[in-house]
């Protein structure tokens, strides 16, 4: 293992890159939240001068092996990453294979932070969830209670996977004053979603049955009562948080990044939004027979408050809006 | 490659028992078991892998291991171990290496049709804040200790692992949970070694220095030791017997939980130290208590006799007189 002597010297560069311009290596480019970033970067102006921003996915790199991993450091040479890239999958895929999720994750992970240590990246943002929290808590919830107990049964092995980049964070702080952390979104929506009915998650899956609910001239099936409780954050927001959280934020411990308790929603308002956002005019049917997983999992957005007490999130109905039209005109080619 | 009827006692055909960490303080205690005190049984065969035959760190050689063996069933003690300077140091380390050690054991056991794995988790990786006694089913219920947080997690994910093996594949691998063990052949070494051992090198040396003998902490700290022997008489009746994948705590009752004073004067006495001993309280106690509750264990055993431990600590003192040059310091 041959380190560069430019990792010596890494080490003293300030987090906006001041001894030279930034690489970005932003892994899982080609999911809801690269697409997101990859336009606020280049259609926003979120990148900045001389910069170089690199959008990996799994075609050009398979990061569960940490051969490919490293061929894929060597080739772009990062000075920073945003990790985002996992395996992901719905209720039902979880439950079932949580083997999978578990070691899958844990070994992408475990080759994105130790090759981004071994090549002198300055900085890594990772992206856990509020799905990995202790299933038994008081709400709402914050950063510094994610380890506090177990996850829920139905996706522990993804769940402990996530927890574990910010234990792998912690120790890289305290063996080596790395400064890589982690973001904490709450439920995530946009184009270049994952809109698979069965394994996607609420909003996409509610988005793709009401196109199709409108399509077919037949009702809207919603699973559940409609009184669970969200906060939605848009992808393009959570894109904006995470330039500034690669740019500016300083902490080891992850920061959530979620509108606030005053914006939690019920399902039923989302599912209001999404057929206003179609014009839909069917009926829609509330199968109370099925799960409204919990019930709420409110986040406290307090320290990103802090931080950013002006940040402005994009009103949750021109949003939806904006993601019911992509799904239209993209219909053909969207992941489902 | 899934493994047939999971007859735990190998009805099969005999066992193969691959244990990995062979020659370390549990290792070698059940080695002992099989080839001086019968555990042997017919036809099974036993054999003890040291990190000289694989670095299990590695998966290639992990593997290699796997094939050149095809063990039925494995006891998975191999891990990287230290004292609370060095975790504190290396919490990283700690965390990685044992993920790598346990991925690629648990993995290879799964792809060769291993039909039980029992691998060894510790009383120091349940929850810094809790409540006492501490049972099995509190492991993941809150952050372990910060100053050695990485290995407390690397080993918490063997649980993780072992219920998702059993999830997604019904594989029944599990786990044991000792508390303080203590036995021949374990690390003596003063600053990175654990209480006991750490006692007895320096009972040792103050006799045989003539100084006396300098205990860390005010002694007052409860702990319930566990001799190596005695753990390795269960930990071969959870290979054979227990069918959980919940992990089982192997401990001494809490009736039996002792202060380091108690402990330090059975090391004075078996080495028949005369000097004096001081207790310097400037430093740090550790944990003032972690008691374990054994009702799991005395469900299953209710008979099972353990070793009195002033006679354990002078086995243990006689064998490190015994073994002074090359014992583990």
């Given at each position: ?9 890494i ?10 311009p ?67 999958g ?14 899958n ?10 090759t ?10 990772s ?64 184009p ?27 009702p ?14 848009y992808?393009?927001d ?20 979620s ?35 919990q ?22 109905k021109?949003?939806?809006k ?7 005109a993209?219909?053909?080619s969207?992941?489902?």
């Amino acid at each position: 293992m041959i380190k560069s002597l430019s990792v010596l010297w890494i080490y003293t560069i300030t987090m906006d890159g001041s001894v030279g311009p930034m690489r970005v290596l932003v892994t899982g480019g080609s999911g809801l939240v690269g697409r997101a970033i990859e336009r606020v970067v280049k259609e926003e102006g979120g990148g900045r001068e001389g910069e170089t921003w690199i959008f990996l996915s799994s075609k050009e790199t398979n990061l569960v092996s940490a051969e490919e991993t490293r061929a894929a450091f060597e080739r772009h040479r990062p000075t920073h990453v945003i990790h985002l890239a996992a395996m992901v999958g719905g209720l039902y895929r979880n439950m079932r294979q949580n083997l999978d999720f578990w070691r899958n994750n844990v070994h992408i992970n475990d080759n994105v932070l130790h090759t981004s240590q071994e090549f002198g990246v300055v900085k890594v943002v990772s992206c856990l969830s509020t799905c990995v929290f202790p299933d038994k808590t008081t709400y709402p919830i914050d950063e510094t209670v994610m380890h506090s107990g177990p996850p829920h049964e139905s996706n522990y092995g993804y769940a402990y996977a996530k927890r574990m980049i910010d234990v792998h964070n912690r120790a890289l702080f305290q063996q080596y004053g790395l400064k890589y952390t982690a973001v904490i979104p709450t439920n995530m929506f946009g184009p270049h979603d994952n809109y698979n009915i069965e394994d996607g998650h609420v909003m996409p899956g509610l988005i793709h049955k009401t196109y199709l609910a409108k399509k077919e001239g037949k009702p809207l099936q919603v699973w559940g009562s409609g009184r669970a409780l969200r906060q939605f954050i848009y992808s393009l927001d959570l894109a904006r948080l995470f330039l500034w959280v690669l740019r500016e934020y300083d902490e080891v411990e992850p920061i959530i990044l979620s509108v606030g308790e005053e914006d939690e929603l019920t399902v039923k308002e989302a599912v209001d939004a999404v057929v206003e956002g179609f014009g839909f005019e069917g009926d829609v049917i509330y199968d109370t027979s099925k799960s409204d997983g919990q019930i709420k999992k409110t986040a406290n957005n307090a320290k990103l408050r802090k931080y950013l007490p002006d940040f402005k999130f994009t009103p949750f109905k021109q949003a939806v809006k904006e993601t019911c039209d992509w799904f239209a005109a993209n219909y053909d080619s969207a992941r489902k």
